[in-house]
């Protein structure tokens, strides 16, 4: 039996786990931060309910990363103050986000997370960090593809020039 050969909880982080799990923590926090801004901004209500969505699912994932770095006696990163509520009315014009700007930023924010987990995936041993890196990996993956279908509904997506391989067109 080797070292790394038992429960996975039971085995020790190597520094590359610790480093990631922690920035990503950190990332986490701040993003939801943003998200709750970008809240207070948003009309429609099918993107509130899509940053709301952005918002639960970030807040279980730091959740389940900031048990594994106490039960690993690592310290955490600082949590930004929660963003009050406020009513788009409040802000004006030109000071507001507009719903395919948020839209935009939402799927950027996705799609890096999408990077960032499976890169934490790559570089894991312990099996259970993979794991939860692949689960978090498969809600962004689900709520990405929620604000793709979002943003075309509402033409909202700016695509960029589309290649048509057609040998007719010539």
């Not at 310290?75 to 802000?91: A, C, Q, S, W």
Request: hydrophobic residues 35%.
């Amino acid at each position: 039996m080797g070292v790394l050969s038992g429960n996975p909880a039971n085995e020790p982080m190597h520094y590359g786990e610790v480093f990631s799990t922690w920035a990503f923590l950190s990332s986490a926090k701040g993003t939801v931060a943003g998200y709750q801004t970008k809240l207070n901004h948003a009309g429609d209500e099918d993107l509130k309910k899509l940053l709301q969505e952005a918002i639960d699912g970030s807040q279980q994932e730091i959740k389940q990363i900031e048990t594994l770095l106490k039960e690993n006696g690592i310290g955490l990163p600082p949590t930004p103050p929660e963003r009050p509520n406020t009513r788009i009315e409040d802000i004006p014009a030109g000071a507001r986000f507009l719903d395919q700007e948020i839209a935009a930023s939402l799927s950027a924010t996705i799609a890096a997370g999408l990077v960032t987990c499976s890169q934490i995936m790559g570089q894991s041993i312990r099996e259970d960090i993979a794991m939860m890196f692949g689960q978090f990996h498969t809600q962004k993956a689900t709520l990405g593809g929620k604000v793709l279908r979002l943003n075309k509904e509402k033409g909202w997506l700016i695509p960029p020039p589309l290649h048509h391989n057609n040998a007719d067109d010539y």
